[in-house]
């Protein structure tokens, strides 16, 4: 397990190189957009990733309500970590993007709204956990776990009602995508994924160590108090 | 004490509480004046401009002074360890969670009548659609923010700060019930769409979450 952590480390490393030259030199330069495109190799993947990390966050919270393993726990913590950390990287490349072509840097569109309105409640689900006391802090976070995912598309509903009902000035996806380009988006995803992973393994074991060095300290007052 | 027994206790031990001390609705209607004067004043909107952002105002003010009686529900509950009382007695969860939801529910509805001539003074309101849909999107509206909240006070109960974690909370979970009571208000006073849509979604926002409540409540309370 700990011998698997290198090579991950290693391959990541070499994956990501290898999807920085592939995206901003291998793919074709778009043709109405030119080179600002190329953040799209950035933007898309980890806009996958978050929500992948997102619905880990809603597994692995509700098999800790089943099981109350802390393996459970500490997953859907790091996945909401990393998740958060994904999903800001999607909401600043967005509108570096959006500022050249739309001509605007944010719009109440459906993506982005849902994208925004995701943050905010996996932000408040980590300050949730920050703030939690004691021991029941894994109950109380997966149940708002829970609920966060519950909420999601009742809030996907009423933005897409709020939008069809307000046109917005940006006409978005459509059009088929340059199979070269599909391919490089591919690569960098598969890199962004390893990432992922590498920083989720690396979190898990920080906080494992936390919880432990914790849980010695506590014993360590008890054993004082004791004698 | 069957089901309903324990609930209507609680409920109405609540209710004879507040209305001895009147402490949270004194403190909520006093806050809610507050946000409708502040914000009259700095919008100073004309009749035809307010009708579009009274919706907004309106549940703005609703959701930010229901805080202030969210908070109190459980926080009183503290002070001579009737929380911990109740959780060693035979009595089950769930009629407590609905006792609490109810009596949040009152105070908040109190709140709404007393504020809604306030509003329709200030903002020179006059509804252009049907006015009488007004009165179940307030309901709904008003549940959708209670049930939530009064959940989620009861999970901040957990937390360092727990007056500060309780609104960052149920803002951000409470967006899509927002958007629903907002749209449907503005729908109403502007007379121009159908609130139809809106209304659905803040039903199906109050079915999903009562349900979630009184499925998880239980795990919250005697979270150990």
Redesign the interface.
């Known amino acids: 397990m700990k011998r698997g952590f290198p090579i991950l480390a290693i391959v990541t490393a070499l994956l990501l190189s290898f999807a920085l030259y592939e995206a901003l030199i291998v793919a074709p330069t778009e043709q109405t957009m030119g080179n600002v495109q190329r953040i799209f190799y950035y933007h898309v993947p980890s806009a996958w990733t978050a929500f992948l990390l997102f619905a880990i966050n809603f597994v692995a919270s509700i098999l800790y ?1 089943i099981k109350r393993s802390e393996k459970a726990d500490i997953l859907a913590l790091v996945s909401a970590e990393v998740g958060v950390v994904f999903c800001t990287v999607v909401l600043i490349t967005g509108p570096i993007w959006a500022r050249p072509v739309w001509g605007i840097w944010w719009t109440w569109d459906l993506r982005l709204t849902l994208t925004l ?1 995701l943050w ?2 996996y ?2 689900y980590l ?2 956990r920050r ?7 894994p ?2 976070a997966a ?2 776990a ?3 995912a ?2 999601v598309p ?2 996907y ?3 897409w ?2 939008r069809t ?1 307000h046109p917005s000035p940006v006409i978005g996806g459509g059009g088929s995508l340059d199979p070269r380009m599909a391919h490089v988006l591919l690569i960098n995803w598969a890199a962004f994924l390893c990432l992922a992973w590498l920083l989720c393994w690396t979190r898990y074991e920080l906080e494992v160590a936390e919880r432990r060095v914790e849980e010695s300290h506590a014993m360590e007052s008890l054993m004082e108090g004791s004698q | 004490m069957s089901f309903f027994a324990i609930t209507r206790a609680t409920l109405t031990k609540d209710i004879r509480l507040e209305w001895r001390s009147k402490d949270a609705i004194n403190a909520m209607l006093f806050f809610a004046l507050l946000v409708v004067v502040i914000f009259s004043f700095a919008f100073d909107p004309t009749a035809e401009e307010s009708r579009r952002i009274a919706g907004g105002l309106i549940w703005v003010a609703f959701l930010f002074a229901a805080v202030v009686a969210l908070n109190q529900t459980w926080a009183r509950e503290l002070r001579n360890q009737v929380l911990d009382a109740y959780r060693v007695s035979p009595a089950p969860a769930n009629p407590l969670f609905l006792a609490k939801a109810f009596g949040n529910f009152i105070f908040v509805s109190v709140l709404e009548a007393l504020m809604a001539p306030l509003f329709i003074a200030f903002y020179k309101l006059r509804a252009l659609g049907p006015g009488w849909q007004l009165v179940p999107i307030a309901l709904l509206g008003t549940w959708a923010l209670v049930v939530n909240g009064t959940f989620f006070a009861a999970i901040s109960l957990r937390t360092r700060s727990r007056e500060i974690m309780l609104p960052l909370l149920l803002f951000p979970f409470s967006i899509p019930a927002l958007l629903g009571m907002v749209n449907a208000t503005t729908a109403v006073l502007t007379g121009e769409q159908s609130a139809k849509f809106w209304v659905a979604l803040l039903l199906a926002y109050d079915v999903v979450f009562t349900t979630a409540c009184l499925l998880f409540f239980e795990l919250v309370l005697e979270a150990e």
């Open positions: 309500l309105v905010l409640i932000v408040s300050l949730l703030f939690s006391t004691g021991g029941k802090t109950v109380i149940v708002v829970i609920f966060g519950l909420d009742l809030v509903f009423s933005i009602f709020f009902q």
